[in-house]
């Protein structure tokens, strides 16, 4: 079976850094997903950590341990416009290299 | 295309009819995938196309619910006798083989 879980919901200030928590249990592993869904939106693709280590694309990190089946989203100088919902996937690759999904955690950034 | 398209944008049926949802996928990818999401929920995971291989249909919620992708490109999700459950929007994805997945812009489907 696949569990793949994040906190709900996450609170953070202007120009904060946050960091959003991952852990997955599949049959397989090809690859983690960072996605990021604004409200009444599709989601848009982040980051992708297939080997254990830390990702950087700008503000955005992501950082993957495949032995502790963890992940973690890094969102640095946060702005207004973070406040979504960031969704972790897991590309199984026991189950026909289908993309799964948990249920996503909502970022509020207040001022 | 440029990027997935999905139509129609919004549909609002009644309970007991049918409907079908479509996909266009971007040109040249060979994974397909369907999603729900309810209000406020995660991406409930549907099916999964890849290249010629049989669908993984294993997220379909019941019998009601069928996909099919012709041509290794089009897509459509058909849900029959719908009920008030089904109300969602319903994303569609495509990648090339373990790449990374773009979603279309989903269609909101009330059920009535």
């Known amino acids: 079976g696949q569990n793949i879980d994040q906190p709900t919901e996450m609170t953070a200030t202007e120009g904060a850094i946050v960091q959003i928590n991952c852990t997955y249990q599949?049959?397989?592993?090809?690859?983690l997903f960072w996605y990021q869904q604004h409200a009444g939106e599709a989601p848009t693709f982040l980051s992708y950590?297939?080997?254990?280590g830390l990702e950087e694309k700008g503000r955005f990190s992501s950082f993957l341990s495949r032995s502790k089946g963890y992940s973690y989203l890094l969102l640095k100088e946060l702005q207004m416009k973070d406040s979504a919902s960031y969704l972790c996937?897991?590309?199984?690759?026991?189950?026909?290299?289908?993309?799964?999904f948990g249920k996503g955690t909502t970022l509020s950034v207040s001022s | 295309g440029a990027g997935v398209s999905q139509s129609p944008s919004n549909k609002v049926t009644e309970k007991g009819k049918d409907v079908e949802l479509r996909c266009d996928p971007i040109?040249?990818?060979?994974?397909l995938y369907w999603y729900r999401q309810s209000l406020g929920q995660g991406l409930e995971f549907l099916i999964y196309?890849?290249?010629?291989?049989?669908?993984?249909k294993s997220g379909l919620p019941s019998d009601r619910f069928s996909a099919e992708r012709t041509g290794g490109s089009v897509s459509t999700l058909t849900i029959q006798r719908t009920q008030q459950e089904d109300s969602a929007v319903y994303l569609c994805?495509?990648?090339?083989?373990?790449?990374?997945?773009?979603f279309g812009q989903g269609t909101r489907l009330t059920v009535v």
């Open positions: 599949t049959s397989g592993f090809n690859g």
């Open positions: 994805a495509s990648s090339a083989t373990q790449g990374v997945a773009f």
């Open positions: 196309f890849q290249g010629n291989s049989a669908p993984d």
């Open positions: 040109s040249g990818h060979t994974a």
């Open positions: 996937a897991v590309r199984d690759s026991q189950a026909g290299t289908a993309l799964i």
């Open positions: 950590n297939v080997l254990d």
